[in-house]
């Protein structure tokens, strides 16, 4: 499977975010990839769907769509009926560009399990979303000394004011955590799922106890802890399942399962579908 990388371009080497309009970028292909990067795309037009993971996303105008980076996905879109500006950047850049780590793991339409990466704007708040992306592009196409501070402030304006708008559609909490536990095990679950699959081996890693991380994710995610890694390890599953080509016996293997029937009865528990009845429809 192909993987598209961030390229510099006229913006300049400190900025790894851009802004493409619909003559940078393509979107009517029909082939699978992915980005090691992030993408927010900004549809005036859109007639079709996007096939993102095990998603498949109806898109109509006026929608908005979050990418994180390295999620697999296929755009099947009318080319006859397209209008769109896309907001790319790399994680690293972004966390270092506000001085926090865990930032991208904030935003909660990235790195989601429960909802789908898709909200409808009506035309005021997608011209508004319009204006501070031509604004940002702007001033990395004409970088000036104080460019990097208004792009900051811009960026983040757009991206806090589809954060809350994002968590108000799907009843999410946007209350600000006592401590960063609930984001830091976000984070390490992106990085160690195909390795770690139990909540002491990641407790281990933050040094606090299961029940003091149990209760940073209920406040935070209104889940358990538990529950939360069994999403994101099915997500996994599934992923492979879909785009790897690899049997069962393989992907049991990969994902540290003890022997095949462990991740089909893991499965069965998660989504009440056996994997062959999952593939199936699929099919």
């Known amino acids: 499977m192909k993987t598209i990388k961030f390229h510099k371009s006229e913006c300049g080497v400190e900025f790894l975010l851009n802004v493409l309009n619909q003559e940078e970028t393509d979107y009517t292909h029909h082939e699978t990839?992915?980005?090691?990067?992030?993408?927010?795309?900004?549809?005036?037009?859109?007639?079709?769907?996007?096939?993102?993971g095990?998603?498949?996303?109806?898109?109509?105008?006026?929608?908005?769509?979050?990418?994180?980076?390295?999620?697999?996905?296929?755009?099947?879109?009318?080319?006859?009926?397209?209008?769109?500006?896309?907001?790319?950047?790399?994680?690293?850049?972004l966390n270092e560009f506000f001085a926090d780590k865990l930032f991208t793991y904030r935003l909660l339409y990235f790195y989601q399990l429960r909802h789908t990466v898709k909200i409808m704007a009506d035309d005021l708040h997608l011209s508004k979303f319009y204006t501070l992306l031509a604004e940002i592009k702007s001033e990395l196409?004409?970088?000036?000394?104080?460019?990097?501070?208004?792009?900051?402030?811009?960026?983040?304006?757009?991206?806090?004011?589809?954060?809350?708008?994002?968590?108000?559609?799907?009843?999410?909490?946007?209350?600000?955590?006592?401590?960063?536990?609930?984001?830091q095990f976000k984070r390490l679950l992106e990085q160690h799922i195909q390795q770690k699959q139990r909540i002491n081996e990641y407790t281990a890693l933050m040094g606090v106890s299961r029940i003091t991380l149990n209760h940073a994710v209920k406040a935070q995610f209104n889940t358990t802890?538990?529950?939360?890694?069994?999403?994101?390890?099915?997500?996994?599953?599934?992923?492979?399942?879909?785009?790897?080509?690899?049997?069962?016996?393989e992907i049991a293997f990969e994902l540290n399962f003890s022997e095949p029937n462990h991740l089909m009865r893991f499965f069965k528990t998660q989504t009440g579908k056996t994997i062959s009845t999952f593939i199936q429809e699929l099919r």
């Open 225 to 249: 802890a538990t529950q939360l890694l069994k999403q994101r390890l099915l997500f996994e599953v599934q992923e492979l399942l879909i785009h790897s080509g690899k049997s069962i016996s």
């Open 54 to 93: 095990q998603e498949v996303i109806e898109l109509t105008d006026n929608n908005i769509i979050f990418i994180s980076a390295f999620q697999k996905h296929t755009w099947e879109l009318d080319p006859t009926h397209l209008e769109f500006t896309t907001l790319i950047f790399q994680e690293d850049f």
């Open 141 to 183: 196409v004409h970088t000036q000394a104080d460019s990097a501070h208004i792009i900051r402030s811009l960026l983040y304006y757009l991206l806090q004011t589809l954060n809350r708008k994002y968590a108000r559609l799907n009843g999410l909490s946007l209350q600000k955590p006592e401590n960063n536990f609930a984001y």
């Open 33 to 52: 990839y992915h980005k090691d990067f992030f993408e927010i795309v900004f549809f005036k037009k859109a007639k079709g769907r996007l096939r993102l």
